[in-house]
């Protein structure tokens, strides 16, 4: 995401006439992070629903990534994670009115994926932080579970260093495969390797409301249907 997406969405938001408050944090930083969360509780009073987003990735062999590769994904998708959850639980569980954590991983998360394995190894790791924390918070009322996506049409899966790894491997394609199901329009199926991210935010809204109220410590699989090959 880019300042500009960011703008734009606090724009549509407030388009349906809600209040929003919107900054831009390293999720690394504890105290700009707390801060966040000290503004957000000032503003609206409580937190019902947090959303565990922020990402990133790189591509290469295990063997061969720089330290820094190797620290930087760790440290944003499952140390930062950890930060914004450590941050914002307390100020859940003494508002007293439960709620629900979402935690964005991959189906990296529950498969390996050759050319990013620390990618894969933080998104494991996350999957052991959902389901812990669903143990942990479920007698405060929260819920906490993830959702596992594939192949989001995002400039974060769209780039040159896939490319030049999956060149380089064309055996790793076979950990890629395309999704077996494809949504029908005016009566044809219409064929895509990628989802839209609103497919995955209409889950991620899903797992937020109260229909989803009996759902915790979930993998949910935004994947149509491919993590079953």
Same mark, same amino acid.
């Given at each position: 995401?880019?300042?500009?997406?960011?703008? $734009?969405?606090?724009?549509?938001?407030?388009?349906?006439?809600?209040?929003?408050?919107?900054?831009?944090?390293?999720?690394?930083?504890?105290?700009?992070?707390?801060?966040?969360?000290?503004?957000?509780? $000032?503003?609206?009073?409580?937190?019902?629903?947090?959303?565990?987003?922020?990402?990133?990735?790189?591509?290469?062999?295990?063997? $061969?990534?720089?330290?820094?590769?190797?620290?930087?994904?760790?440290?944003?998708?499952?140390?930062?994670?950890?930060?914004?959850?450590?941050?914002?639980?307390?100020?859940?569980?003494?508002?007293?009115?439960?709620?629900? +954590?979402?935690?964005?991983? *991959?189906?990296?998360?529950?498969?390996?994926?050759?050319?990013?394995?620390?990618?894969?190894? *933080?998104?494991?790791?996350?999957?052991?932080?959902?389901?812990?924390?669903?143990?942990?918070?479920?007698?405060?009322?929260?819920?906490?579970?993830?959702?596992?996506?594939?192949? +989001?049409?995002?400039?974060?899966?769209?780039?040159?260093?896939?490319?030049?790894?999956?060149?380089?491997?064309?055996?790793?394609?076979?950990?890629?495969?395309?999704?077996?199901?494809?949504?029908?329009?005016?009566?044809?199926?219409?064929?895509?390797?990628?989802?839209?991210?609103? $497919?995955?935010?209409?889950?991620?809204?899903?797992?937020?409301?109260?229909?989803?109220?009996?759902?915790?410590?979930?993998?949910?699989?935004?994947?149509?249907?491919?993590?079953?090959?």
């Amino acid at each position: 995401a880019t300042p500009d997406d960011l703008a $734009e969405t606090v724009r549509l938001v407030r388009a349906e006439g809600v209040s929003v408050h919107s900054a831009t944090v390293d999720i690394r930083d504890d105290a700009a992070l707390r801060r966040l969360v000290a503004d957000g509780l $000032e503003r609206f009073g409580r937190l019902d629903v947090v959303v565990a987003n922020a990402g990133v990735l790189s591509w290469g062999r295990l063997w $061969e990534l720089s330290d820094e590769q190797w620290n930087t994904v760790i440290d944003v998708n499952l140390t930062g994670t950890w930060r914004t959850l450590r941050a914002v639980i307390p100020a859940m569980i003494d508002a007293g009115n439960g709620g629900s +954590i979402i935690i964005v991983s *991959s189906a990296s998360g529950v498969k390996a994926t050759p050319g990013n394995g620390h990618y894969s190894a *933080s998104k494991h790791g996350l999957t052991a932080l959902t389901n812990t924390l669903a143990l942990e918070l479920g007698e405060y009322g929260i819920r906490v579970n993830s959702i596992n996506p594939y192949s +989001i049409a995002t400039p974060m899966i769209q780039n040159q260093a896939m490319l030049g790894v999956l060149s380089a491997h064309p055996s790793y394609l076979n950990a890629y495969a395309p999704m077996p199901y494809q949504p029908v329009v005016g009566g044809e199926a219409k064929r895509s390797d990628f989802m839209s991210p609103e $497919e995955a935010a209409e889950v991620v809204a899903w797992l937020a409301g109260d229909n989803s109220g009996v759902v915790s410590g979930s993998q949910i699989l935004v994947d149509r249907g491919v993590l079953k090959y």
